[in-house]
């Protein structure tokens, strides 16, 4: 029973996870009309609109969704294989090296002034060490220790989804569109880093519980 509620829970998380990545991609794909009054970029001061600013921009943008859908890919290794898996775990690693510099430039100009712009980077400095960490132990051999780090850094760039989540929530309780943005942003960082741990810990507790499991029927 409770392995069965186990498998719906993840079962679950994986559609809505994907449901919403998938959402997320049909949303920017509108940006790559390459219009500078789209949206958002609308919104910016005539100071920062820039060709090296849209062409950041639209970097991050690309990366991020390329982030995004590869991240659910690679925790089904068994559907792909060990050979692919290990090629695009090697385009998320490139790829994130791309996507945190220039998120981090484009959180300089953006809207919650240092608030958000250290959250964004914090965001960016947690990934990269998470990315080295999951990096490491992927060449020491420890693939369960590499799975947790992986875990951890995909948590974080799908806040991205979570953000947007929090933030249409929070528009209901609060019409101040700027507070309601950096609380999204700190809430979705927060809550994604704390599934990502109980996650790692239902994990590991399966784990000691088969291994238990295992030995008893060896005694």
């Known amino acids: 029973m409770l392995k069965n509620l186990a498998f719906l829970g993840r079962l679950l998380f994986w559609v809505l996870t994907i449901g919403f990545t998938l959402l997320l991609v049909v949303n920017a794909l509108p940006y790559f009309s390459f219009n500078p009054e789209y949206s958002m970029l609308g919104e910016k001061p005539v100071s920062i609109k820039s060709s090296g600013y849209f062409i950041l921009f639209y970097v991050h943008v690309a990366s991020g969704l390329l982030c995004l859908i590869l991240g659910p890919v690679l925790f089904i290794q068994k559907l792909i294989g060990k050979g692919i898996h290990k090629i695009l775990g090697k385009v998320f690693a490139y790829n994130t090296f791309i ?27 947690l990934m990269i060490i998470c990315l080295l960490k999951g990096i490491q132990q992927i060449r020491n051999g420890n693939v369960k220790k590499h799975s947790e780090w992986m875990t951890r850094i995909y948590a974080l760039a799908a806040s991205a989804l979570t ?11 609060s019409a101040d569109y700027i507070e309601v943005y950096v609380a999204s942003v700190n809430l979705s960082l927060v809550a994604n880093l704390l599934i990502a741990e109980l996650i790692i810990e239902s994990k590991r507790r399966t784990i000691t519980k088969t291994k238990l499991s295992w030995e008893e029927l060896r005694s």
């Open 99 to 125: 996507l945190v510099p220039t998120g981090i430039y484009l959180s300089l100009f953006a809207k919650g002034g240092i608030t958000s712009t250290l959250s964004f980077s914090l965001l960016g400095i």
């Open 163 to 173: 953000f947007r989540i929090f933030h249409i929530a929070l528009l209901y309780f």
